[in-house]
């Protein structure tokens, strides 16, 4: 396991690698320094940490020794998968106590069955990996999102993922028919078994589900698979306003069941991915302050997707609801409709840093909550720029507060960014919703958690967090401080 390279392990790190070489084999103990080094730090490259050891289990026997080594040595464990946290959840303490654990080379599609809607998937599985499997069979799993290429089904179980067809299918809370997970103590955890009814008291799957690694390893998950779509449509509007969008997703959603996706971004978001991608242009000629990207789909190839949206958008066109809109000719041009959606992050952190928050409010509430804090958050910090964008149907957005220019990004990211994110913060909390909508807490939220929580749900978080692990080792500084 070691090389000329190598990091200089603690003595007891260096005890728990020699244990765990009598379990695993050497390619999957690395103590390599560049090989270990790209995922010491997150998706955003805001939190750095340190780690000495990386472990690469291939089997749940395997994890369940890392796991009893972990015990026996006191050495905290970070499990990884695609390293796409949005909130530092998958980067390790910089004081190098801890060992990343990837669940990377746990890649089995163990199960995929059509005729029972389901996919049992290892958690190193990447989720277009196992978009590819159930289209192969006939069926399709309905969660998508931006990093569906490096996003595994362990980190979007462990997160609660969310996504753009949510609206209609839920989160991954919703999609998840069991679990498998070894426990703090080492113990297997197996609730594969997708039961329609089980009231043998808590749900372990649930409290496993969400709990950002905290409470114990995801290993595999049973999945719902749904039917193949048969057509689809996609759309873009360009509308006068939030409230606007609103009553429109209200028609569609009478219109029919297929409305799988309604996001709405406003035009300066339009305009930073329009500067971002090469070649890209606006997909209507109207300038207008707001944009909903629609998508509708059909499992029965009887019915028009298309036609579904003709008929609601000309009829919106003739009330003066919207103001311009255009179907996608083609799955191509679909696609690179949702490119333009799903580049908005990229196409945002090029403009220069951002104070960028995940939240949720209840969707009734949502057009003015982002209206009204917009111009609360520009006039309470002059010189920024803020707007949100995301899943209007189910209440999600990202509002972000762009840095006036020429902010220093360390100043920014140091000495405003929290200042600016607990101001957010009180309002989302004021409108009744959640500081966390689908990125988790993970190290990033941790402190705004336990200051905006009330006691009784701070106190319940504590209490099953020592139940499960009394020593605190899965996962250490995330989601809930010691």
Same mark, same amino acid.
């Given at each position: 396991?070691?090389?000329?390279?190598?990091?200089?392990?603690?003595?007891?790190?260096?005890?728990?690698?020699?244990?765990?070489?009598?379990?695993?084999?050497?390619?999957?103990?690395?103590?390599?320094?560049?090989?270990?080094?790209?995922?010491?730090?997150?998706?955003?490259?805001?939190?750095?940490?340190?780690?000495?050891?990386?472990?690469?289990?291939?089997?749940?026997?395997?994890?369940?020794?890392?796991?009893?080594?972990?015990?026996?040595?006191?050495?905290?464990?970070?499990?990884?998968?695609?390293?796409?946290?949005?909130?530092?959840?998958?980067?390790?303490?910089?004081?190098?106590?801890?060992?990343?654990?990837?669940?990377?080379?746990?890649?089995?599609?163990?199960?995929?069955?059509?005729?029972?809607?389901?996919?049992?998937?290892?958690?190193?599985?990447?989720?277009?990996?196992?978009? !590819?499997?159930?289209?192969?069979?006939?069926?399709?799993?309905?969660?998508?999102?931006?990093?569906?290429?490096?996003?595994?089904?362990?980190?979007?179980?462990?997160?609660?993922?969310?996504?753009?067809?949510?609206?209609?299918?839920?989160?991954?809370?919703?999609?998840?028919?069991?679990?498998?997970?070894?426990?703090?103590?080492?113990?297997?955890?197996?609730?594969?078994?997708?039961?329609?009814?089980?009231?043998?008291?808590?749900?372990?799957?649930?409290?496993?589900?969400?709990?950002?690694?905290?409470?114990?390893?995801?290993?595999?998950?049973?999945?719902?698979?749904?039917?193949?779509?048969?057509?689809?449509?996609?759309?873009?509007?360009?509308?006068?306003?939030?409230?606007?969008?609103?009553?429109?997703?209200?028609?569609?959603?009478?219109?029919? !069941?297929?409305?799988?996706?309604?996001?709405?971004?406003?035009?300066?978001?339009?305009?930073?991915?329009?500067?971002?991608?090469?070649?890209?242009?606006?997909?209507?000629?109207?300038?207008?302050?707001?944009?909903?990207?629609?998508?509708?789909?059909?499992?029965?190839?009887?019915?028009?997707?298309?036609?579904?949206?003709?008929?609601?958008?000309?009829?919106?066109?003739?009330?003066?609801?919207?103001?311009?809109?255009?179907?996608?000719?083609?799955?191509?041009?679909?696609?690179?409709?949702?490119?333009?959606?799903?580049?908005?992050?990229?196409?945002?952190?090029?403009?220069?840093?951002?104070?960028?928050?995940?939240?949720?409010?209840?969707?009734?509430?949502?057009?003015?909550?982002?209206?009204?804090?917009?111009?609360?958050?520009?006039?309470?910090?002059?010189?920024?720029?803020?707007?949100?964008?995301?899943?209007?149907?189910?209440?999600?957005?990202?509002?972000?507060?762009?840095?006036?220019?020429?902010?220093?990004?360390?100043?920014?990211?140091?000495?405003?960014?929290?200042?600016?994110?607990?101001?957010?913060?009180?309002?989302?909390?004021?409108?009744?919703?959640?500081?966390?909508?689908?990125?988790?807490?993970?190290?990033?939220?941790?402190?705004?958690?336990?200051?905006?929580?009330?006691?009784?749900?701070?106190?319940?978080?504590?209490?099953?967090?020592?139940?499960?692990?009394?020593?605190?080792?899965?996962?250490?500084?995330?989601?809930?401080?010691?």
């Amino acid at each position: 396991m070691n090389s000329p390279q190598d990091t200089r392990m603690t003595p007891t790190l260096d005890r728990f690698a020699t244990d765990l070489s009598a379990h695993l084999p050497a390619r999957a103990i690395v103590t390599d320094a560049s090989t270990i080094a790209p995922w010491l730090v997150d998706w955003r490259r805001r939190y750095h940490g340190r780690a000495d050891l990386l472990i690469e289990p291939e089997s749940v026997d395997q994890v369940q020794a890392v796991v009893r080594a972990t015990r026996k040595h006191g050495v905290p464990l970070v499990p990884q998968g695609g390293n796409s946290s949005m909130v530092g959840g998958a980067t390790p303490p910089g004081d190098g106590t801890a060992a990343i654990l990837s669940l990377r080379r746990m890649k089995r599609l163990r199960r995929v069955d059509a005729d029972a809607g389901l996919a049992v998937a290892e958690a190193g599985v990447i989720l277009a990996e196992l978009h !590819d499997a159930a289209q192969a069979v006939g069926r399709r799993f309905p969660l998508t999102l931006g990093a569906r290429g490096s996003a595994t089904v362990g980190g979007l179980v462990s997160t609660n993922a969310g996504g753009t067809q949510v609206l209609r299918f839920g989160t991954m809370r919703g999609l998840v028919a069991g679990l498998e997970a070894v426990l703090p103590d080492g113990s297997l955890h197996d609730g594969l078994s997708p039961l329609k009814k089980d009231n043998r008291g808590y749900d372990l799957n649930q409290l496993l589900i969400g709990a950002e690694g905290t409470l114990g390893i995801v290993t595999a998950a049973a999945l719902r698979l749904v039917p193949a779509i048969a057509a689809r449509a996609v759309a873009w509007v360009a509308l006068g306003s939030p409230d606007d969008a609103l009553v429109l997703l209200r028609r569609f959603q009478a219109a029919s !069941d297929g409305v799988e996706s309604f996001e709405l971004l406003p035009t300066e978001s339009l305009d930073a991915v329009l500067a971002y991608l090469p070649d890209a242009r606006a997909p209507v000629t109207t300038r207008a302050p707001w944009h909903v990207l629609i998508e509708v789909t059909a499992v029965d190839a009887a019915i028009s997707p298309a036609s579904i949206i003709e008929r609601v958008l000309a009829a919106a066109l003739e009330d003066g609801l919207i103001a311009d809109a255009t179907i996608a000719a083609s799955e191509a041009q679909a696609d690179g409709f949702w490119r333009m959606r799903e580049s908005i992050s990229d196409a945002e952190r090029a403009t220069g840093p951002a104070a960028q928050h995940d939240i949720s409010v209840p969707v009734e509430a949502m057009p003015r909550f982002m209206v009204e804090a917009a111009a609360a958050c520009e006039a309470r910090f002059p010189g920024t720029r803020a707007s949100g964008f995301g899943h209007l149907g189910d209440g999600n957005v990202h509002f972000h507060v762009r840095a006036p220019a020429g902010t220093d990004p360390a100043d920014w990211y140091g000495a405003q960014v929290p200042v600016v994110s607990a101001f957010v913060h009180d309002l989302v909390v004021a409108a009744g919703g959640s500081i966390s909508a689908e990125h988790g807490i993970g190290q990033m939220k941790i402190a705004e958690l336990a200051r905006l929580s009330s006691p009784a749900r701070m106190g319940a978080l504590r209490a099953i967090k020592q139940a499960f692990d009394p020593d605190w080792l899965f996962n250490p500084g995330k989601l809930i401080a010691r």
